[in-house]
């Protein structure tokens, strides 16, 4: 296997000065067209690096934290929750107890004496008090430290309260954000057995006969309603004639998780965070699982007549979804083919948390007219990347968790119109003067479905088109008469 | 019942843990990365936080504890995290903060840096121990700052007394807004004197667009200002808290250049309101022997007016008052010499010296109807301020959430600042920042009761 030379990335061109790639990161960043790179991905980050991701922790909490009827509690120092405390855009449809920022907060004396009671005595209050339906319990770092038994408080406080008390075992130090998936996805899973296990006590017969399923239904995995989009996508499957038992975890109860056994199919989203669920369930209970996505036009009409297809014995639920697709997208197209026009030929950057969704952002930008240049993830892996290498065009280059400085390089290299990432690469896009659109979990506007498409379109085109852009000294400035001092390297 | 917080957990905190304001101190000296010794998603959290507020990029390194390292110590991470960094950024130095991680398995941090000396020639460690189980982020951040000072003073060094260097003035400002370490500059200048202002991040979390990628931002106090500071006139250090934990025997950076050096220290509250701003002037004339420019007597005039203008439309109003003690503390003095009795004084910093710093501020009439409470978070703050009809809340975006259930409107100052555009460019400081704070005050009471009126009146 030949290895891309250090040079090939140290690119001459002037306006990157010197930032280099750490000699760790070589096998991470990949430049399409030198096809025998194998890229080095699911790595631990190295020591030193800014890295863009989070923790094990925030895995999980993003998993977990739109089921809003749910009580949940970070047991650790106040620093993990306080930073993850109403940060992402997961609508509820009715209670909104997943808002509150609830910690034990731990102590000196808690750390040195340990923090099993006063987990214990929290997670008893909070319960009184706000009668959750179950409640998640995430380990942080300090506590895979000082040793709480966490399963064990859980239980005694199950027992007491007569709720479900799920330990999430999230100590950020042990894995990658990927690890956190995994770890909800565990929590998840028991949640829906304690269901499964309950309606097996309370009718046996139904099981018995296989008549637990409820017909033409499924799962929505992977989806957590930021700005609405479990909305939008629930009313194509109502459309569809098809029946959603539980979305994992838009707008999520525990109750309807609880009854996620009862589904004939799980359509999994997102580059795999709910995969270990679908699964595991399929193990479980039989259930087989489609992966979809719900980004851009193709991606929707795919995952919907995916579904559609699955459901052999209703054939009016085809009929149905080509009707709405079609009648979806001859309501998009006139809105889309507009800014298309102004969005043509211009050039994106996408990072983003897992390489499924840069799939879809990928297409979807083609079909505005644009070029990609630069793509990223933070947790994709091997299979991934190599999809994403056979879709890029030839230059475009491919990073495996990336840091500011290797993505404002390339960034700048690629000379890009728009950035679309999180909340830590605006920042990078907007000092270099390139345009912004954040499509992460902290959005506040959906992007998934048709009308999503069209959100996504505005929110590129917004922003591309904006006259900003013509004072920025780095387009502008070159040519500008006034010499505005700007220092370049730190003195 | 002052103190007493009877709910065990913490719901919605009042506070950020203790390497995020050593994070921020960092920032603020020239050619320096922030390296957080521990796992991964703190430093990540922090910076997505700081961005949040500042919407600048806030670079954070981390040692990126993994399993392994966690059993058998971070000393070897540490390391090849320093060298890395070195290398990517070629920092003057490099600020190591540990993080709860790090502290609980108990890694001897200065003795793995102190293994690194030879190695690191061009590159200065500074290390500061920022366990987030005992403190808050302004801890960390004046931990810092002093950690900072102490390495570049040692106590061997020279004291040349006699030199030119002896016109300079130190000021440790605390947790400011951009706009307020500006404004303290430009005082500086206004009065000839040089400055060094330690921290002072605001070029570099609030600079112009870049022309080419820049690994560390320009700005910050350059290192060998910081040097310098045992050969200057005096320091001024804010914070009626800071002081007072000084005077228990905790160390700060200007008391550690008094004890040190002999540098006499001069604390105060954070100059917010004309009295506060009166004291800072005065302050300044007498150490600097200086006389304090009209410009500032004229701001001073036109604030006064500005308070008669509006007096009717503050005196008596309600507010609550939350964010970092020694903020609130001068925020709560403020309000109170306009006529608004800050009913609900709260922060989730845990001093023990909250009481006693408001005590001192506040006029005996209105200390006697504050409720001050330390150590609170936002759900206990909500259910407090119910019982006492608050007018207003006056503090960062944290507080909106309480604000909306309770209805009533957000001025909002400090940090962070997450809701707004330029919350880091909010001037609290000086006349010009009472003038700024009391326009908005008015005015956002104003527009209550315009928006609240069947008849809407378009006259005051
Ligand atoms: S572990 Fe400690 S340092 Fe890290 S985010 Fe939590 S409180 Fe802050
Ligand atoms: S302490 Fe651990 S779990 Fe909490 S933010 Fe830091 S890395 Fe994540």
């Known amino acids: ?491 | 019942m002052r103190e007493n917080r009877p709910y065990t957990a913490t719901r919605n905190a009042c506070k950020m843990c203790t390497p995020l304001g050593a994070a921020l101190a960092f920032h603020g000296i020239e050619g320096t990365i922030p390296l957080l010794h521990g796992s991964q998603g703190c430093s990540t959290y922090m910076r997505r936080y700081l961005i949040s507020h500042f919407k600048e990029p806030v670079d954070i390194a981390s040692s990126n504890f993994s399993e392994e390292t966690a059993i058998f110590g971070g000393g070897a991470n540490l390391k090849t995290a320093i060298q890395n960094i070195a290398r990517q950024y070629n920092p003057e130095m490099i600020g190591i903060a540990t993080t709860c991680l790090s502290e609980t398995i108990g890694d001897d941090v200065d003795m793995i840096i102190e293994s690194m000396g030879d190695i690191m020639k061009e590159t200065a460690l500074v290390h500061v121990s920022t366990p987030s189980y005992s403190g808050t982020h302004v801890d960390g951040f004046h931990h810092a700052v002093r950690a900072v000072v102490d390495q570049y003073n040692p106590s061997g060094v020279k004291n040349r007394k006699n030199s030119r260097a002896r016109k300079k003035i130190n000021l440790f400002p605390g947790m400011l807004s951009n706009e307020d370490l500006r404004h303290l500059k430009a005082i500086f200048k206004d009065i000839n004197t040089e400055l060094a202002l330690l921290p002072d991040y605001s070029e570099r979390l609030e600079g112009p667009s870049w022309m080419e990628y820049q690994s560390i931002q320009h700005g910050g106090t350059p290192i060998k200002e910081i040097q310098k500071m045992h050969r200057a006139t005096g320091s001024i250090e804010f914070g009626t808290i800071l002081a007072a934990s000084v005077e228990r025997g905790n160390g700060s950076a200007g008391s550690l250049l008094e004890s040190r050096f002999n540098i006499p220290l001069a604390s105060m509250g954070i100059p917010i309101g004309v009295k506060a701003t009166d004291r800072f002037f005065s302050l300044l004339e007498k150490m600097t022997l200086k006389m304090i420019p009209k410009k500032y007597k004229e701001q001073r005039g036109r604030l006064i007016d500005a308070y008669v203008d509006g007096n009717k439309y503050v005196s008596k109003k309600r507010a609550i008052v939350y964010g970092e003690e020694d903020f609130v503390a001068a925020m709560a003095g403020f309000l109170a010499e306009i006529g608004i009795i800050p009913v609900l004084c709260a922060s989730g910093g845990k001093s023990g010296l909250f009481i006693e710093s408001l005590r001192s501020i506040l006029p005996e009439n209105i200390f006697k109807q504050v409720s001050i409470h330390q150590g609170m978070d936002f759900t206990d703050m909500e259910e407090h301020a119910r019982t006492l009809m608050p007018d207003l809340a006056i503090g960062n975006s944290k507080g909106y959430t309480m604000t909306r259930h309770l209805d009533i409107p957000l001025v909002r100052v400090g940090f962070p600042i997450h809701d707004r555009v330029g919350g880091f460019r909010t001037l609290h400081i000086g006349y010009k920042g009472a003038q700024q704070l009391f326009d908005t005050i008015v005015n956002t009471l104003l527009q209550k009761r315009q928006d609240a009126s069947e008849v809407g009146y378009s006259y005051m």
């Not at chain 1, 992977?222 to 109502?238: A, L």
């Not at chain 1, 959603?244 to 997102?270: I, K, P, W």
């Open chain 1, 1 to 491: 296997m030949k290895q891309i030379s250090a040079k090939k990335l140290l690119l001459p061109s002037s306006s990157t000065g010197s930032i280099s790639i750490l000699e760790e990161r070589k096998q991470q960043v990949y430049l399409k067209g030198n096809d025998t790179f194998e890229i080095s991905c699911e790595k631990k980050s190295v020591a030193g690096s800014v890295s863009q991701r989070a923790c094990v922790f925030c895995g999980s909490r993003v998993v977990l934290y739109p089921i809003a009827d749910a009580l949940h509690l970070i047991h650790g120092p106040i620093g993990c929750a306080s930073y993850t405390w109403d940060i992402r855009g997961a609508l509820s449809s009715g209670p909104e107890l997943h808002r509150m920022s609830f910690s034990t907060d731990l102590s000196e004396t808690d750390v040195i004496y340990g923090g099993e009671k006063k987990l214990e005595k929290a997670l008893v209050e909070l319960i009184e008090t706000y009668s959750p339906k179950a409640a998640f319990v995430y380990c942080t770092c300090i506590v895979g430290i000082i040793g709480d038994d966490v399963e064990a408080v859980c239980r005694n406080v199950a027992l007491k309260s007569g709720i479900p008390v799920l330990p999430v075992h999230s100590e950020g130090f042990k894995g990658t954000k990927k690890d956190g998936y995994k770890a909800a996805c565990d929590a998840l899973f028991k949640l829906i057995d304690l269901g499964y296990r309950r309606s097996s006590f309370h009718y046996p017969d139904i099981l018995r006969d296989g008549k637990q399923k409820i017909p033409l239904s499924i799962n929505i995995l992977g989806e957590f309603n930021i700005g609405g989009e479990t909305w939008i996508i629930r009313e194509y499957y109502k459309r569809m004639g098809v029946e959603v038992v539980s979305v994992m975890t838009g707008d999520g109860r525990v109750e309807y998780v609880q009854s996620a056994h009862r589904a004939c199919l799980n359509v999994v989203q997102c580059s795999g965070a709910l995969t270990y669920l679908a699964k595991t369930m399929e193990a479980a209970y039989g259930i087989p699982y489609i992966r979809v996505s719900y980004f851009g036009i193709e991606d929707t009409a795919d995952a919907l007549y995916d579904v559609a297809s699955f459901f052999t014995e209703a054939q009016e639920i085809m009929e149905r979804t080509k009707h709405l697709v079609q009648e979806e997208v001859e309501e998009l197209l006139p809105g889309l083919e507009e800014m298309k026009q102004d969005l043509t030929g211009k050039r994106a950057a996408i990072y983003v948390g897992g390489a499924f969704k840069a799939f879809s952002l990928i297409k979807a930008l083609r079909h505005l007219g644009m070029e990609v240049v630069l793509v990223g993830s933070q947790t994709g892996n091997r299979e991934d990347y190599e999809l994403l290498k056979e879709m890029c065009r030839p230059g475009t280059v491919i990073l495996d968790d990336a840091n500011p400085l290797e993505l404002a390089k390339y960034v700048i290299e690629k000379d890009a119109h728009i950035f679309i990432g999180g909340v830590k690469e605006r920042p990078i896009a907007y000092k270099l003067g390139i345009g912004f659109c954040d499509h992460n979990h902290e959005r506040k506007i959906p992007l998934a479905g048709f009308e999503g498409m069209l959100n996504f379109a505005r929110e590129v085109h917004d922003t591309v088109t904006s006259p900003v852009w013509d004072l920025v000294p780095r387009k502008a400035g070159r040519s500008s008469s006034i010499q505005i001092p700007v220092k370049g390297e730190k003195p």
